[in-house]
């Protein structure tokens, strides 16, 4: 494939950012249609069951892809740093790094989800019921969070190296994959879960392959190198890591809000409506990653040009990129609302039978949480912004807000004051308020430049 020629430091900002972007969203999209495939199918194949049951899986892939978004993102600023510096042996090394310690990571916990898979379901969350569909589901599902984690890392640096169409087509072929091996192991084969879980495994291979391929043989300033041993390189080692870890915390605490969001409310609908409301959630959660994705690209595709930039100290160049991707969120954002607000029945209807009692339960609530998601999409490019100048203490403190100190709360008091929908606008209401805080602080910050000038 021909190599593209980026220049973070001199090319217009709205042309830069939408060169990197539509391709990067067009990725992420299909990074986000492989798990929502497997929706489409279990839900038509299995029933809501089996939504529920992979709902229940779903958290520990996004704590996985978090961890892969930290090293991600954390490797990227690194080496955008290095490389304009004139640096890019250094940068190699970050990305390197990066792959190297998320293999190490990976290889414990697919152990354990191999070696005890019905405790884990347990501990997820797992009816009686649903435990055997979970179990089926873990263990043929474990493989593909080592790809994952690979695929998150280079992703960030295919971007970087100028290569964000083969970064897209990565995610695309593998979403491809993921229809047709999804469509031959549930229906033809009649494996189920399983089968979704397998032809998971075996999609996120192909695009991890694709995108190591490149780092290998084909990257132009980014490809990968045999890392040197000894006390000293395994100390350079550990302090690298500790800073990518550090500069892409907010970025794992972005995909702990989902999984957060997921587990709760598992929990939640399980408490006020049983299996069928968790069934409900779990068409939801196939559609939440495509909007969380969304947040993300616009992230991502901002990163290069604000950490390349930064690191050169042009703060024009930083200013211009925050506004045009804070805009693409808000712009964004009210597509995604309008589509749940004014189209649940046919979102739903993708997944699950209309006489179904959990579509009707979606339909119904679908309007209620896609009200937030302005406010979602605008707060992860908000994130994103910080982590990119490096940052780290207010992305990660709104990261918190918005997954954690807001959001739990709103998940335990809404539904004790408005009953069901209060369940359904415990994300919107998390959202707002975090906005409400980010917007606050923009705002200091610009009184505090005015006062400096």
């Known amino acids: ?96 790094q990066a792959l190297l310690f998320v293999t190490a990571v990976a290889l414990p916990l697919l152990a354990l989800l191999v070696l005890f898979p019905e405790r884990t379901a347990r501990m997820l969350g797992a009816s009686e019921r649903l435990l055997p ?10 493989p593909s969070l080592l790809f994952t984690l690979w695929t998150s890392v280079a992703m960030f640096a295919l971007r970087l190296d100028g290569a964000p ?21 549930i229906f033809p084969f009649g494996w189920g879960v399983l089968g979704a879980a397998a032809a998971t495994s075996a999609s996120c291979l192909a695009g991890a392959g694709i995108a190591l391929y490149y780092l290998f043989f084909r990257a132009r300033h980014l490809r990968l190198h045999e890392c040197r041993t000894g006390r ?12 990518q870890c550090r500069l892409g915390f907010s970025a794992l605490l972005g995909e702990a809000t ?6 709760v409310g598992n929990h939640v609908f399980m408490r006020y409506l049983g299996d069928d409301g968790v069934g409900a959630f779990g068409v939801a ?56 607000v004014f189209f649940p029945r046919q979102l739903v209807g993708l997944f699950l039978d209309s006489a179904a009692p959990a579509a009707a339960i979606a339909a119904e609530g679908f309007p209620c949480i896609g009200s937030g998601f302005v406010f979602f999409i605008a707060n992860l490019a908000a994130i994103g912004y910080w982590q990119s100048i490096g940052r780290v203490l207010p992305a990660t403190c709104f990261a918190l807000l918005r997954g954690f100190i807001f959001l739990i709360p709103s998940f335990v008091l809404l539904p ?38």
């Open 1 to 96: 494939m021909k190599k593209e020629t980026i220049d973070w430091g001199t090319e217009r900002i709205p042309v830069l950012f939408g060169k990197v972007f539509f391709p990067t969203l067009l990725g992420m999209l299909g990074v986000s249609a492989v798990t929502a495939i497997d929706g489409i199918f279990i839900g038509h194949g299995v029933g809501s069951d089996g939504i529920a049951a992979v709902n229940i899986c779903i958290p520990l892939l996004m704590v996985v892809t978090g961890a892969g978004l930290m090293v991600g993102m954390g490797s990227s600023i690194v080496a955008s740093v290095r490389l304009s510096k004139g640096q890019p042996s250094l940068a190699r090394a970050a990305v390197t």
């Open 133 to 142: 569909l979970v179990v089926d589901y873990l263990v043929w599902f474990a």
């Open 165 to 185: 169409k083969l970064a897209m087509w990565c995610s695309l072929i593998a979403a491809m994959i993921n229809v047709v091996l999804d469509w031959l192991f």
């Open 232 to 243: 000293k390189a395994r100390r350079f080692f550990v302090r690298s890591m500790g800073d």
């Open 258 to 263: 989902m999984a957060t969001l997921m587990f």
């Open 285 to 340: 959660c196939y559609y939440l990653p495509f909007v969380f994705m969304i947040g993300n690209a616009i992230a991502q595709s901002a990163q290069p040009v604000i950490s390349f930039n930064a690191g050169i100290g042009n703060t024009g160049r930083v200013r211009d990129t925050l506004r045009i991707s804070l805009a693409a969120a808000v712009a964004c954002g009210a597509v995604t609302t309008a589509a749940f």
């Open 416 to 453: 004790e004051a408005f009953g069901t929908p209060g369940i359904w606008f415990a994300l919107p209401l998390s959202e707002l308020l975090t906005a409400a805080v980010i917007a606050l602080m923009f705002a200091a910050e610009r009184r505090r430049r005015t006062r400096a000038k």
